[in-house]
């Protein structure tokens, strides 16, 4: 059973400093996948990442991928109130073609 | 028009009643899946459909039942409502574009059961 875990499930941060959102999966995959919640909202797709080393990029969001480790992290830059969400990472096991998802990750950026 | 269109938004049901979820889709993919969001709990698979003739049990299948009437529309059904089925419930879509595999969600359907 694919397993995936996320940590800290609640993040509050400072605006302008650095933090980082860490998801483990238990089993090979092949593709891993972060989306941003908002409250009451749909998901919204952040980025997709498919082979080891893979690291991606969008405005203050930097997402990698060591699949060795089995290991995703989602690097939050300067983080600014717009970035308060929920964000959760999932998982596509073996070319399942079905997520699995970590339990989000609540973050809350104040002044 | 959105990609995904999940109807009703809301919906307050008692027990034991018979509900159904319905979800229809505009992007012409094959797969579609039915999940439910508990808080803390992420997302769990409730069943998912490869193509209409196929139809598959996901994690948390127990109490529903689902139906692909076309490619395009993907009902969830909850025979027998019972309070723990309260959830945000979202359907989705997934299929290659622009190189990567994606999957699309709809806007979701809080179904709160009294």
């Known amino acids: 059973e694919l397993k995936v875990e996320q940590n800290p499930l609640f993040l509050s941060m400072q605006e302008g400093k650095n933090y980082t959102i860490y998801c483990n999966y238990s089993?090979?995959?092949?593709?891993l996948y972060w989306y941003r919640q908002d409250p009451g909202k749909s998901l919204e797709s952040l980025f997709v990442?498919?082979?080891?080393?893979a690291v991606k990029q969008e405005g203050r969001l930097m997402a990698s991928l060591d699949t060795k480790a089995r290991l995703s992290t989602l690097h939050i830059t300067a983080a600014v109130h717009d970035l308060s969400a929920t964000y959760f990472c999932?998982?596509?096991?073996?070319?399942?073609?079905?997520?699995?998802f970590g339990a989000g990750t609540t973050v809350t950026v104040r002044a | 028009d959105a990609d995904v269109t999940q109807t009703p938004r809301n919906r307050i049901t008692k027990t034991g009643k018979r509900i159904m979820l319905e979800c229809s889709q505009t992007?012409?993919?094959?797969?579609m899946y039915w999940y439910r969001q508990d808080p803390g709990l992420g997302l769990r698979l409730i069943y998912y459909?490869?193509?209409?003739?196929?139809?598959n049990k996901g994690e948390i299948s127990d109490g529903y039942s689902v139906s692909r009437q076309a490619q395009a529309k993907f009902s969830l059904s909850l025979e027998s409502a019972i309070p723990n089925q309260t959830a945000l419930y979202f359907c989705?879509?997934?299929?290659?574009?622009?190189?990567?595999?994606?999957?699309?969600f709809g806007s979701g359907t809080r179904l709160t059961v009294v």
């Open positions: 990442l498919l082979s080891n080393g």
């Open positions: 989705a879509t997934s299929d290659f574009e622009g190189g990567d595999y994606g999957y699309t």
């Open positions: 459909s490869f193509d209409v003739k196929d139809i």
């Open positions: 089993t090979t995959s092949d593709r």
């Open positions: 999932a998982v596509d096991y073996l070319n399942d073609y079905k997520l699995s």
């Open positions: 992007k012409g993919h094959d797969r």
